[in-house]
């Protein structure tokens, strides 16, 4: 695969946003303000940076690669968070991202698990 990390990011964000959605509204939350409410929690890059810390001890070698070359590949300065926690997010997407174009989602899906436990 040859795409690069801010790619392999935006499609990383799409799904994260789309699994963080779904496993809030089969928690039982029914309002549409308070879904958003919580989900902007999880999906925001303070919420990424600290998702990708939940499951950093988990990756492969592989994983680890593909988490640095998104969080490598920005360079744009945040400017309501730190740095690191930017880059961390960016990088959590790209792992998502390079999962889902590698047809992993069961991969996805067992480290969001982990994700999903620290949520509540």
Partial sequence: ??????????????????KVRLHLLKSGIEKVEHLHQ?????TSAIGQAKAYRDIEDQLSDDEIRMFKKGRNATS???TNMSRVDYQTATGFEALLGYLYLSDEEARIDE????????IK
């Avoid at 695969?1 to 994260?16: E, P, S, W």
């Avoid at 919580?38 to 999880?42: D, R």
């Fill in 76 to 78: 744009r300065k945040p």
């Fill in 111 to 118: 480290l969001l698990t982990v994700v999903f436990k620290e």
């Fill in 38 to 42: 919580a989900a902007t929690k999880y």
């Fill in 1 to 18: 695969m040859t795409y690069n990390g801010v790619t392999l990011a935006y499609i990383g964000d799409a799904i994260f946003e789309q």
